[in-house]
């Protein structure tokens, strides 16, 4: 069904700041297809006041995942319930790009602000996938030492590297489990540090999901 | 004052309000933002107790009597700090402007110590109304919200503006030394993270006499402020919203985001903030001495909370920034009495002078 296909195309797109798909955040407020193969999406976020450019990258990105899935003649991207949703879902349907939607208050497109939170992501993930192992005894040296390829296969590790190769930093079996946010190896000296960096960067991540998951229940506990 | 199982507890409650969301202060024309604003706080007002939350009409403004009742009476509060939130873009008379904030001080003078505010783009005539209102309010403090949207179109600023710095300087000749500052979704170009604490870093280093409360620990960038709390001396973190949002609605996060606060800031640089009415004080004081890491080796790594570590965070640091003067029977002993107190863990990681274990 074309409806399940924009559905799974929906599943690929991100919010930045919380690394989950908007589909796994409720963001998706309806998604229908019609019969000539118009795909309508509503999002809805958790706050009126939801960042704006934020906000521009998930409706920007659903537009572009819907777009593209054979049998759709067109998408229809539209976002409730927020300050900018008239310039957004304008800026997007005519495919303006974030400059030329926020004239005079914007002086690049997002693709730097979307390259910061691939890295942490990329940072936050090395503790999902080290974490286990360093309870099981790894060392510091273990550790320094170990590539992508050695790693058991799980989730997070796809994860991992699906962040990393989004953003250009090395995503193959050979490349090293633990990398600096500037794709340099960590040396085993830097392993403690390095590790509470990546810790610290997923509580934070995952605690603002939460809290945004949390924000968004109550902001539509009436209607869903 | 809270006392709990012999130990008593003087409460600074660093971050509150008084605000006025009421229909009649709403802009023509802007009705959706100024309810957009208040209708994202009452989300955030959700995430207490059920038992806390309040109907939405008492939510848009409470009354005097409502403020000193639930701050003072029953909240456990010793002394409040105001801090102001202007947002005249879509509030008539502002949201909770210093002037309305002060008009409880002259009623209640030993309770309150009451925040100013600058904002860069008011140019000339704002740095005027800053003197005026430092000489008038015998100013210690003020607040920055760098998200606040600007009759000049502009929707948000940076500390590290050349304006800001103007205003800075003009804080530091006023005698104003607690710059509490909060990161908000906007800000100019609209492009970049607003959320962002690179400029809070640069400005902490070129004011090292100033002190930054971070508000809110810079949720939701705790990891960009952790990091750089750990080198910038003079910056500290307000627990506005950590414990409100989170410390009922979610103690498992709350455990690890305080966790990683104690261990890369430290428990003398975290201060309390109810952010009154957002939430009220009472069961955030009483939950917060109630609180400790549960039993499980996952917390290992974090520093363990103990009474004293409470005091400060409850009261004590807070009373330092402010020169409050703390009754001897809430003080802790003098230093060097107790544990030892050398470097942060976070501190001695950056130094790489920690050991090795991972």
New interface residues.
């Given amino acids: 069904m074309l409806r399940d296909a924009v559905w799974a195309a929906l599943g690929t797109v991100l919010d930045p ?1 919380i690394d989950e798909p908007i589909t796994e955040l409720d963001f998706v407020e309806s998604c229908t297809v019609s019969a000539e193969g118009v795909a309508a999406v509503r999002l809805r976020l ?8 934020f906000s521009f990258l998930m409706v920007a990105d659903a537009y572009d995942a819907v777009s593209a899935v054979p049998g759709v003649t067109r998408a229809e991207i539209s976002l409730l319930d927020h ?1 900018a949703s008239d310039e957004i879902n304008g800026g997007v349907a005519a495919q303006a790009g ?2 030329d939607t ?1 004239t ?7 693709d ?2 979307r390259a ?1 939170f691939l890295r ?1 992501a990329s940072l936050a993930g090395q503790d999902s996938v080290a974490r286990p192992l ?1 309870d099981a005894g ?3 040296d273990d ?1 320094a030492r170990l590539t992508l390829g050695e790693v058991p296969p799980s989730p997070d590790l796809d994860r991992l590297k699906a962040r990393r190769s989004a953003v250009g930093l090395p995503a193959g079996d050979d490349a090293p489990l633990l990398l600096h946010p500037d794709g340099v190896r960590v040396t ?2 830097q ?3 390095h ?3 990546a ?3 997923r ?6 999901g ?2 945004c998951k ?2 968004l229940a ?2 539509y506990a009436a209607t869903s | 004052m809270y006392e709990k199982d012999g130990e008593k507890y003087y409460v600074v409650d660093a971050h509150m309000h008084y605000w006025d969301a009421s229909r009649e202060n709403w802009v023509q024309g802007r009705e959706n933002l100024a309810k957009g604003w208040i209708d994202c706080f009452y989300g955030y007002h959700q995430l207490g107790p059920p038992e806390t939350h309040w109907d939405w009409e008492h939510y848009l403004k409470v009354s005097e009597e409502d403020l000193m009742r639930d701050v003072f009476e029953e909240g456990h509060v010793d002394k409040a700090v105001f801090q102001s939130t202007y947002l005249k873009y879509w509030y008539t008379e502002g949201f909770n402007t210093t002037e309305r904030n002060a008009s409880l001080l002259e009623r209640n003078p030993e309770k309150f110590i009451v925040n100013g505010r600058f904002d860069p783009r008011d140019g000339d005539a704002g740095l005027k109304q800053l003197e005026e209102d430092a000489r008038r309010w015998n100013l210690k403090g003020v607040k920055v919200y760098t998200a606040e949207w600007h009759e000049n179109g502009s929707r948000g600023w940076k500390l590290t503006d050349t304006e800001s710095y103007r205003f800075l300087e003009k804080c530091q000749e006023l005698g104003i030394k607690n710059i509490h500052a909060h990161k908000g979704p906007t800000i100019w170009p609209l492009n970049k993270d607003a959320f962002s604490m690179e400029d809070v870093d640069q400005t902490a280093t070129d004011f090292p006499d100033l002190n930054f409360v971070i508000e809110h620990a810079g949720i939701p960038r705790i990891d960009d402020f952790a990091y750089m709390a750990v080198q910038e001396p003079n910056v500290y973190a307000g627990l506005s919203v950590v414990i409100g949002a989170l410390m009922h609605a979610r103690p498992k996060f709350f455990n690890r985001v305080m966790g990683e606060l104690l261990f890369w800031v430290g428990e003398d640089r975290l201060t309390f903030g109810s952010d009154y009415n957002i939430w009220v004080p009472k069961w955030q004081v009483e939950g917060f001495v109630d609180w400790t890491f549960p039993d499980d080796p996952a917390y290992d790594d974090y520093p363990r909370p103990t009474t004293a570590t409470k005091k400060k965070i409850l009261g004590l640091n807070a009373a330092k920034l402010y020169d409050i003067d703390v009754p001897a029977e809430f003080q802790l002993p003098p230093p060097g009495t107790t544990a030892d107190e050398t470097l942060q863990p976070g501190e001695e990681l950056v130094r790489d002078i920690a050991g090795a274990q991972a």
Avoid: M, Q
Avoid at chain 1, 46 to 53: H, L
Avoid at chain 1, 203 to 208: L, S, T
């Fill in positions: 700041e958790p706050t009126f006041f939801c960042a704006p450019n300050h974030f400059v926020f005079g208050e914007a002086n690049a497109e997002l730097e602000l910061i942490k360093v790894a060392s510091p550790l085993t000296a392993v403690p540090l590790l509470r960096r810790r610290l960067t509580v934070g991540i995952e605690a603002n939460d809290y949390r924000l109550n902001r």
